[in-house]
């Protein structure tokens, strides 16, 4: 007789140097507390033989990003998912696809940011364009037109996908334009205390940690240490991030997005004290957010809850977890080449810090949308910021 499968299943797909990061063995144990069990995806081989699925959960960017680049395989690959999730409705998704794939490109992420509301909050992103094109000259124009001053900073269009989608450079004037190598998003550099707020969301709960980032400039900088504030700065005090205002800016690109796990990279800019967001990540690593894998369960249990086909709802049965909340290398004398840090690759703002060093970094209490509701750098757009 061959025996039933189980009915409660969540099945997910990430590369094995996410798994090994995030210690999967352990939210394995979590979902086995709650009822589920953990089954990886074979993206290889049709997914209908795989199921039945409750939810799915992933982060493909990486396959997406390959996708971009002609990989037949990641086609394929892809194209299983995609077609499984469509025969299947009743199978959750965290997150959505189509919504997902935002987040890949750069100037799409940005564009959202810019088009979003957070404007009238003081929260904007910093001037960007795309620069597809090797023409000196025409990206000189190009700049100008969408009011990118130096210094700027040069990000990869593509996101995801190899470890070049995260390096930056620092451009500090028209000469180091020619560092720039399309397509590549330019992005005005804003002065902010070489302070780097990240807010890692899981569903409706997000914590805040505060990173090392890079120095103030100024036009007369060119290739001085990155990272170690002049005396005249050390002066400024750097503000707390608002409780507030996080909660808008979190609750805002929720709405935006569509997704449920995702990073924000947010400065405070110096003088005029407004929020800049310079990035967001799918799926980032989560270093250090306190019981991730009991909240990651909360935020998959309330997707299921208000995912309309479901064919499982969790009941008064269900556990019930809710926490109480409460190296830069030089590389011309016009631009500075970054790899990302030493922390989460998927993260790609101005984080120069090591996030082992805990005399660097600062954790936040955990925040909650639910007073509300309930139920390190990146894309490019020919405007000014709000």
Not at 1 to 25: G, H
Not at 109 to 134: Q, W
Not at 355 to 363: H, I, P, V
Request: proline share 6%.
């Amino acid at each position: 007789m061959t025996e039933s499968k189980p009915s409660r299943v969540i099945a997910y797909w990430m590369s094995e140097k996410k798994i090994q990061k995030l210690n999967w063995t352990e939210f394995r144990n979590v979902c086995r507390k709650y009822g589920f069990d953990l089954v990886k995806l074979d993206l290889d081989q049709p997914l209908e033989g795989q199921g039945p699925f409750t939810v799915i959960l992933h982060k493909t960017m990486d396959i997406l990003a390959r996708t971009c680049q002609g990989d037949a395989k990641a086609d394929a690959m892809m194209a299983r998912l995609e077609s499984y999730v469509k025969d299947h409705p009743e199978v959750a998704i965290i997150d959505p696809l189509d919504n997902a794939q935002k987040l890949l490109d750069r100037y799409q992420t940005y564009s959202i940011i810019h088009n979003s509301d957070l404007g009238k909050a003081d929260v904007f992103t910093p001037s960007f364009v795309e620069l597809t094109s090797s023409d000196y000259r025409g990206n000189l124009q190009t700049l100008r037109l969408a009011g990118v001053d130096f210094p700027f900073v040069c990000k990869p269009s593509v996101s995801h996908g190899s470890s070049s989608a995260h390096k930056m450079a620092v451009i500090f004037s028209e000469k180091g334009v020619q560092d720039c190598h399309p397509p590549c998003v330019a992005q005005s550099f804003i002065n902010h205390n070489a302070v780097l707020y990240k807010i890692y969301v899981v569903g409706d709960e997000y914590i805040v940690t505060e990173r090392p980032s890079l120095k103030n400039f100024y036009p007369s900088d060119s290739t001085s240490s990155l990272t170690v504030l002049d005396p005249s700065d050390k002066m400024v005090s750097t503000p707390q991030p608002d409780s507030a205002k996080v909660q808008r800016i979190v609750s805002t690109l929720r709405n935006e997005l569509g997704m449920s796990l995702f990073g924000i990279d947010v400065v405070i800019e110096n003088g005029s004290g407004r929020y800049g967001i310079i990035d967001i990540n799918a799926f980032p690593g989560y270093d250090g957010y306190p019981n991730f894998f009991d909240r990651l369960m909360n935020c998959i249990l309330e997707v299921i809850d208000r995912h309309p086909h479901a064919a499982y709802k969790p009941g008064p049965s269900d556990a019930e977890f809710c926490l109480p909340l409460t190296k830069p290398t030089a590389k011309s004398k016009n631009s500075d080449i970054m790899s990302p840090g030493s922390g989460d690759h998927g993260d790609s703002g101005i984080d120069t810090g090591d996030s082992s060093d805990e005399k660097k970094k600062r954790d936040f209490p955990v925040g909650s949308l639910s007073a509300s509701r309930r139920s390190s750098t990146t894309t490019s757009d020919c405007h000014s910021p709000h």
